[in-house]
């Protein structure tokens, strides 16, 4: 067993817990730096501004809802039901808009509608009904399943050129959605990080116990996680929608468990309590562009989801083996 | 060192008081039979019945191979890739020839016997968290399953086969025999080994476990390769029941599974729980779905209720467990 080394600037006590913190932040990080490099001295055509651009586009979907998928996390729960309320408001948007402008601001509010109910519904069963996260996620997934089905079976509607911006358009030279995501996690950052609810979400995933006995209302604090998670899906689903341009039945699908690696990849443990959104956003820009390398190399999907399934392997037992030594 | 040298005592909150499951989920159970009875008259016709079980079988199958690994604290999402990568390969070993069944059966026994040790071993030596670990397994399975078919339904399926499997004995089929026979052998195991009292063991408290000389590496190893290999046979099921193999069959059978065993009671936390409770919860789910078949309920409706019903559930069951004591 390796031990710390003692630096006489080391508070004892908090050294090692830092340490870990340190560990688990920072080898997403180095990870994705790896990556780059490779990608730019053996990938041909990936250091060129279209693919920088191309991958920026491409992460903010995933990145949006796993924002929203590691403040569920950090309480040790977890939501299954992000890709169907993603798959829900795709089908919602294109359908209803179906190519009229006039319909992008009630299409958005009836989105963060949409998250804020099954936000409220995922909490509620998980607080108040106290059934496991897992199950309540589960069952909820089925049935914003079925509500796709009864609203239509097939591809609906399409969006409107204004509204397929928030997917394709640019302020300056940054792409739109690269800069909602980008806008999201500071919010997301500054709120875990900044706040006393930040900090109660990780008490809450640390030790719900503990959380109870220090006066913090653990189930309110829950409720709010579902909540900011399911509204989060909302927006990526929106964003979704614009970049699929109709209402596709399957859009969400997969996401569910895509924004968990994501968390997960990014250094946030599933039980709850320590990581955070930054690695969350350095495992999606990661994963994103892995998956873009892939393509550019030719190599086949099937393929790159056996890469795709090593890569969760090797990470997790990574952090696993940095964990334990730390 | 044999369990003995813990004193008694030691297992006394542990143990299942009902190797059943819990009362309260029957009588959910018995509830949902009798509302079916009542809607329809032909329900509890017993070719009905068995149909149901037989309907159950892949996923009760694959259900009673995590209930072990839940029981230890852990979690296999890696079964439907399984089931499905089991079944295509079942049907590929077999190209249609009579003569090739055995040696199809046991080449998907074996790839679930290596997938589980796998699985086992990442787990119980690295300690890494099994959730995440086991659905990096799962991606990789279906793009293997992918790779190996080129995407498309491949290989046949041998007419013995279907005819062995899919088939009726008296009026009782196949496939719900064979569900029964591996739910009596896991009973068995969980009940009455030495491996059934150290899963428990392992799942309420390794830490204790380990001092108390509970080999806990060697229990884990060991469920999930009884996992992978039910997960495996659920997938020869698959393909009996189906008679096609294709590479997208069995998406989500992960999450019936879970759902069943979570439903029966065994919790994520490990060491509660066992077969008996996930026997009782994967009936649960067969009947809803045959009920809302009954109903003559459409596609999109059974999504609805099922939800409903395994939430319903869910809850009746947190509730019943709160009122016993056994949950805070």
Known sequence: ?326 | MSTATVPEGAFAGLRQRVPVGSLGLWLGLLVLVVIAATLSPGFLNPVNLLNIVRQASVVGITAVGVTLVMVTGGVDLSVGAVIVFGSVLAATVMAGQDANIPLACGVVLLMGLVVGLLNGTIVARWRVPSFILTLGMATAISGITQMYTGGTAAGAVAPAFRALFNGRIGIVPVLALVFVAVVLLGLYVQTRTVVGRRIYLVGANPRAALLSGVPVTRTRLTVFAISGVCAALAGLALLARSGVSSTFAGQGFEFDALAAVVLGGTTFAGGRGGIGGTVAGVLILAVSFNLVNIIGLPFDMELLVKGAIILGVAALHVAAQRKEGLMT
């Open chain 1, 1 to 326: 067993m390796t031990s710390v080394p003692a630096s006489p600037t080391a508070r004892p006590g908090l050294s090692g817990f830092d340490l870990r913190e340190q560990v688990a932040r920072l080898g997403v990080w180095v990870a994705l730096g790896v990556v780059l490099v490779v990608g730019i001295v053996a990938v041909p055509n990936f250091a060129t501004a279209a693919n920088a651009d191309a991958i920026l586009r491409q992460a903010a979907v995933l990145g949006i809802v796993a924002l929203g998928q590691t403040f569920v996390v950090l309480t040790g729960g977890i939501d299954l039901s992000v890709g169907m309320l993603m798959g829900l408001v795709t089908v919602l948007a294109n359908g209803i808009m179906g190519g009229d402008p006039a319909l992008i601001l009630p299409i958005v509010l009836l989105a963060l509608g949409c998250g804020l109910v099954t936000g409220v519904a995922n909490g509620l069963g998980v607080v108040a009904a106290r059934v496991d996260p897992l199950i309540v996620t589960l069952a909820m997934l089925s049935v914003l399943q079925g509500v796709i089905f009864i609203y239509t079976d097939r591809t609906v509607g399409s969006a409107p050129a204004e509204f397929r911006d928030l997917a394709y358009g640019s302020i300056g030279p940054i792409p739109t959605p690269a800069l909602l995501l980008g806008g999201l996690a500071v919010v997301c950052w500054v709120i875990l990080a900044r706040t006393p609810f930040g900090r109660y979400v990780h008490a809450v995933g640390s030790s719900a116990q503990d959380a109870r006995k220090a006066g913090i209302p653990i189930d309110r604090i829950r409720l709010a996680a579902y909540v900011v998670c399911s509204v989060l899906a909302a927006i990526a689903g929106l964003v979704l929608a614009a970049r699929l341009g109709s209402g596709f039945t399957g859009a969400g699908a997969g996401f569910e468990l895509s924004s968990i690696v994501a968390v997960v990849v990014g250094g946030t443990a599933l039980s709850g309590g320590r990581g955070g959104v930054a690695g969350t956003l350095a495992a999606v820009l990661l994963l994103t562009i892995l998956a873009t390398m892939l393509n550019l190399l030719g190599i086949s999907p099937f393929a790159q989801r056996v890469v795709n399934g090593v890569v969760i392997v090797v990470a997790v037992a990574v952090y696993t083996a940095q964990r334990r030594e730390a």
